[in-house]
Structure formats: structure tokens, C-alpha cells
T-cell receptor, first 113, second 115 residues
Framework: AQSVAQPEDQVNVAEGNPLTVKCTYS??????LFWYVQYPNRGLQFLLK??????LVKGSYGFEAEFNKSQTSFHLKKPSALVSDSALYFC???????????FGTGTSLTVIP | EPEVTQTPSHQVTQMGQEVILRCVPI?????FYWYRQILGQKVEFLVS????????KSEIFDDQFSVERPDGSNFTLKIRSTKLEDSAMYFC?????????????FGPGTRLTVL
């Protein structure tokens, strides 16, 4: 069965420090992996995706994520956090067949000034 | 920048009543989706819709649920007889092509409260 785990409900980081939001997945076949961000009263916004190719993918707002097949992980990273990065982050996976996305429970990121 | 819109932002209804949640996808998109998120839980896929028919649905999407694209712009989710456990945030999304290779754009959500 397809699933996504985000082990941390809350991540706090000081402004300027690197941030990591963790995600592990379980899917049959090769995964399509995504990160979305949600600001208050807004819909989910696409940040980046991995389908194939380079394991390190770069996305919007300076975020990047590394696909690690052996660890079935797709952690979201940013070298230097901004206060404006404070939001709810969702990891999602789609199997390489079908249209169904599976989301994690979300991680609330707070960047402390 | 084009965006997916949803109305209403908050819907309160009595158990057993019918509700219709409305979405206006991005105009050149061909694939449409509904998701829901029960408070504190995962975002769950409900249904995908393409070419005026359901292309995929989850176990959650039972006979109480239906979707429709009544005109060229709206995409609706109907719950025929709401239950308490239907209380959730419902997100609409659309994509220009198949999800995965194409980005899904999400609306801001409708919070449904069933009393």
C-alpha cells in the first residue's frame, strides 16, 4: 500500500539556520514525490517534485529535496531559513500508475527571528 | 497568476442534509480532483475527474458522494446525506495533464462542519 510519513508534527528553526523537514514513503514501483506548502487560509502550493533523474531537486523559494531510494526518503531542505518560510509543509507520493496522491500529515515549520 | 477558487470557505450543515461544494479550476486544465483533510489527519484523495467522468476514486468516495462539471467552469462535490464524520476541509485541485508529471494546483479549501 502507498503511504507517506512525516515523523515531525512541528519543526522550529532559527532564522538563517538550515532547515530540514523529513519525509519517508512507501510505494510500489518508482515513486513520484512532491512537496507542497500551505500558508494560512490558502490552498496547497507546489514546491518541487522528483520523477526521475538527479536525486537532488531544486524548487521554489530556495527549497530543495533529496531523493534517497535506499532509505525511501525525500527530505525537504533549505540552506538558510527565513521567517516567511513559516508554514505547513506536506510531502506527497504518487505511484507511477494512477492519479491518486498520498499525502503525509504535514509538518508545521516555525522560523524564529 | 491563475488560481483555483472554492466556495464557500466555510459551510455548516445539519446531519442528513445535502451539501454542494463548489470549485472553479484553472481554465485550461483538464483534470480535476477532490481531497479532504479531517482535522489533524492526512490529506486524503477522494476522486479524480477527466473528460466528464470519474477516472479514479478512493474507498472514501462512496455512494454518498458525487461530482459534476455542470458547465465549462465549475466542478462540484455533492454529499447527499452528510454525517458527522464528513466534517473536514475539502480541497479542490486541477492539473493541465495527468497528475504527477503535471503539477496539481489546489484551491484554498472549504471547511465543512456537520452538526
Amino acid at each position: 500500500a502507498q503511504s507517506v510519513a512525516q515523523p515531525e508534527d512541528q519543526v522550529n528553526v532559527a532564522e538563517g539556520n538550515p532547515l530540514t523537514v523529513k519525509c519517508t514513503y512507501s510505494v510500489s514501483g518508482n515513486p513520484y514525490l512532491f512537496w507542497y506548502v500551505q500558508y494560512p487560509n490558502r490552498g496547497l502550493q507546489f514546491l518541487l517534485k522528483y520523477i526521475t533523474g538527479d536525486n537532488l531537486v531544486k524548487g521554489s523559494y530556495g527549497f530543495e529535496a533529496e531523493f534517497n531510494k535506499s532509505q525511501t526518503s525525500f527530505h525537504l531542505k533549505k540552506p538558510s531559513a527565513l521567517v516567511s518560510d513559516s508554514a505547513l509543509y506536506f510531502c506527497a507520493v504518487r505511484a507511477n500508475t494512477g492519479n491518486q496522491f498520498y499525502f503525509g500529515t504535514g509538518t508545521s515549520l516555525t522560523v524564529i527571528p | 497568476e491563475p488560481e483555483v477558487t472554492q466556495t464557500p470557505s466555510h459551510q455548516v450543515t445539519q446531519m442528513g442534509q445535502e451539501v454542494i461544494l463548489r470549485c472553479v479550476p484553472i481554465s485550461n486544465h483538464l483534470y480535476f480532483y477532490w481531497y479532504r483533510q479531517i482535522l489533524g489527519q492526512k490529506v486524503e484523495f477522494l476522486v479524480s475527474f477527466y473528460n466528464n467522468e470519474i477516472s479514479e476514486k478512493s474507498e472514501i468516495f462512496d455512494d454518498q458522494f458525487s461530482v459534476e462539471r455542470p458547465d465549462g467552469s465549475n466542478f462540484t462535490l455533492k454529499i447527499r446525506s452528510t454525517k458527522l464524520e464528513d466534517s473536514a476541509m475539502y480541497f479542490c485541485a486541477s492539473s493541465v495533464g495527468l497528475a504527477g508529471t503535471n503539477e496539481q494546483f489546489f484551491g484554498p479549501g472549504t471547511r465543512l462542519t456537520v452538526l
